[in-house]
């Protein structure tokens, strides 16, 4: 990596790793559960399930996606824990968000419930468990798992200013940028991967790139991206 490049994505980490640039955006409602934490009037769970259900919807336009999220957790009553150890949940084939209908979102919420019967957190939860046991996808060696690392990086970057840092026994050296078209597409403009598949490995080529610059928490990479996309666009 050359030293304008590396300066550049420095800067834009830098910069965007600040909660005013994240007003609309699905952080947003794992973040009003942690923040109710500290007075309990929320619980880590509830963190936890915010962040699945905002993570699973986190595709398309970002209005339209704060909009159907806070259609999500309407009918959760905005107490998702309680809303999922109920067992009652909108089950029908009406869309919630896109081609997400509300009978996915039922069965995620009755796969948290299994989860939350033997667990009293997500946390530790392999990308099979993540995968597989929650969401429901058919396992898949080699998928980027966009949304798995993007509630990851949520739950456990710990700076203290956009993601949350409510998992306090994992360790953010590992965590692996999320892995869209939009990333990818950058990340090759930048020089950062120049791998045709969108896959796993091209997960972590990326991430290593950004080790190089941030070893212990090359995930802030991911401010970087997506300060590249808005001033390139200005």
Known sequence: MDKNTKERLIYWAEKYNDPKYFTEDPIIFPKKFAGMLADGKACLADVEIAA?????LAWGRRPMIVRDCERAFDEMGWQPYAYVMSGEYRNDSAS???????SEFAQICANLKTSYSTRESL??????????????????????NKKINMMRRWLV????KVDLGVWKHSDKRSLLIPLDVHVYETAVLLGLTQRKPKDIVTVREITDSFKEIFPDDPCKGDFSLFGYGIDTAK
Do not use: M, N
């Open 96 to 102: 919630l968000h896109r081609t997400v209908k509300w």
């Open 52 to 56: 699945v259900i905002a993570s699973h």
């Open 157 to 160: 970057r710990d700076d203290g």
């Open 123 to 144: 946390e530790g939860l392999d990308d099979t468990g993540f995968r597989c046991g929650i969401y429901g996808r058919k396992e898949d060696p080699k998928a980027a």
